[in-house]
């Protein structure tokens, strides 16, 4: 998938898992879904590490064992300032949220996993602790980064984020 790609699956992941919260956690969410679906590319491309520590594109940073640590990586701060912080215009971070925006990361994150997964390509979900590779299509179906599934998965982001700001603006003028 291509990185718009990536970042648009990431946000539509980050507002669906935060639907019925208020705005303000709702916007939160489509960030950190943002930042879910294109950490791992950011990731192992932008790495500065060399060596045989380098990562490498689709390596160990599209795993579901790394998922896992970076979803805990932002988690576990995220819990930890929950209710001890004071955000500006006298709102505090409750568990509740630090918990939606969390797994508004994971499912970015996951996005992007899945997203590769559908290329020729493949993604190594058990990294470092085995070589086998996945794809969630038959071959047949499989496609190029840039090839059609970009642009399935590219509208129906688009389409999920489009009903559910549909959906946010029918409650509002319900409300009134």
């Known amino acids: ?16 898992v935060a639907a019925p919260s208020p705005l303000p956690v709702e916007i939160g969410a489509v960030w950190l879904g943002v930042a879910g679906g294109g950490f791992p590319d950011w990731l192992d491309l932008r ?3 060399r060596g045989p520590l380098r990562l490498r594109h689709r390596g160990i940073s599209h795993s579901l064992l790394f998922a896992l640590f970076a979803t805990a990586l932002v988690g576990l701060p995220l819990r930890a300032v929950a209710d001890a912080v004071d955000l500006p215009g006298g709102m505090a971070l409750s568990p509740e949220t630090a918990l939606v925006w969390t797994l508004a990361f994971a499912a970015g994150l996951l996005t992007h996993l899945a997203g590769d997964a559908c290329t020729h390509a493949g993604i190594r979900p058990l990294l470092p602790v085995s070589r086998w590779k996945m794809w969630l299509l038959p071959k047949l179906l499989r496609s190029r980064s840039d090839g059609y599934l970009n642009a399935v998965a590219m509208l129906v982001s688009v389409g999920a984020i489009g009903l559910s700001l549909l959906w946010r603006i029918g409650n509002q003028i319900g409300a009134l």
């Not at 998938?1 to 669906?16: D, E, I, P, V």
């Open 47 to 49: 790495s500065e590490l």
């Open 1 to 16: 998938m291509k990185r718009t790609t990536h970042l648009m699956m990431g946000a539509a992941a980050g507002l669906l």
